[in-house]
């Protein structure tokens, strides 16, 4: 299963990208403020067509999909966490199975999974509007994984949580892809993406400036090619820690 | 069932007889209903009373689902242009002078509803923004209003100036079956629109960019909403005359019973939407006043402090 960009196009924000990921790799997307991480997820997730250029899900244009079936496929977590109604974590998390026509009985399992897995069991019946910052997070996570997605496209879903609640949602995530899903996730935090990311797609004004594993696509090199900054990495392999 | 839908059913199937009874003349059901009363309660009563249910349901509905569509508690199916152009479409029609020959009010007023649609759909296209679409509504009306008035201040005669005036603020008063006829399957037809939007509304929850990855399709999603804001309105314009802040009360008063999804919402905002429009025509038709105090008045009277109260709720959630 791939999810791929052919030469993706959208004026002042992509140029040219293509790429080709895979499933059960988690992938990050990297960059600095303005070259296009959002832009390029959205096209992968569907939701923002390209200028010129397509994205592709197992070879068939995103395009050509019905949107359910890509719904289905692709579960997409943006960067604003709107919830616009106060609704109670259990039923945010049952947006997630909206694509979906698989019953009562299979909703509500998909949706006690999603629970689970975040930790959120507790706090089903609390409202949006009385989770902290990390708690809505995670409630907003568990509406896409409730959608039970091969793809998981994920717009800075580290943003609001603290330390503890980042690395288990990493490792959440690691056990998403090591059940075949893809994880895609657009990042800011260089270490993070060194030490749980498989694959790296590093953009600069639009363009993919390196692609490959953490310790090629974040060299050195690159980050003050990309970021403009002297960093070096220290320690070893999966503790690697970003001296700037 | 939920227990909201259960509770306004029972409520309404308690208040349509009783609402029966009311008026002027008081009907008393135990004593034996003469001719007189068999006709006040078949010819005008029962007619009033099922137009104000359905055109109530179709005003909680469709405020229920406009504010599902725009995320905001404020909005009311007027801000869509579709009561100005309905409106609008009446006033011609008086102002022609066509209105006193049967169907040619309605029909006029539906035609002005339909004409507001699909400039509506016209100038949104196919994108499906809301704020667009927000915007050209929003334009819509003022371009209605704009108009009405022009019509008003030009009217051919005094005598139509009051109609018109009259006409505008809205009632159920002297409505027969004939109304009925057309306003029942359209306001039904218009209900059923926007619950098909249910889930597209809930989607709609998460934002425009997440809705769309739940497999919302937005253009489909604004066409219901034309349809179905406008089958329900148009037509409640065309049998009542313009009645406001059902649509914005309703589903704000109910929102805290349900489990706030905006597909949740639309069904117990109709039943208490027709409940509150049956028991307000019978409020103004007992009130010991000269003439019978008109619909869309006394709902504004009562809407206005309502509308007052959450905005000032809102600025102490936000101080």
Redesign the interface.
Known sequence: MTLGAHDLTLAGRLSDVSLSLCAGEVTAICGPNGAGKSSLLSCLAGILAPQSGKAVLDDRPLADLPPRDRARAIGYLPQQGEVAWDLSVESLAGLGRLPWDAGIEADRAAVEAALAALELDALRLRRASALSGGERARALLARVLAGEPRWLLADEPLANLDLAHQLALLARLRALAGQGAGVVLVMHDLAQVMNHADRVVVLDRGRVAADGPPETALSEAVIERVWKVSARWLGDAGQRALLV | MTRPVTLLLAALLLAVPLSLLAGRVWLDPFSGLSYNALIILTELRLPRAILAVVLGAGLGAAGAAMQ?YL?NPLADPGLFGIAPGAALGAVLSFWTGWAASGWALPLFALVGAAGAMALLGLIAGRTGSVMLFTLAGMMIASLAGALMSLAISLSPTPFAMSEIVTWLMGALTDRSWHEVVFAVPLTCAGIALLMLAG?AL??????E??A??????PARLQWLMIGGVGLTVGAGVAAAGIIGFVGLIVPHLL?RYT????SSLILPSALAGGLLLLLADCLCRVLPLASELRLGIALSLLGAPFFLALLLRMRRGLA
């Open positions: 599902g995320r889930r809930d989607a709609l929850t998460l934002g960019a997440a769309r990855s739940l497999g919302v399709d929102r489990d706030r999804r905006p």
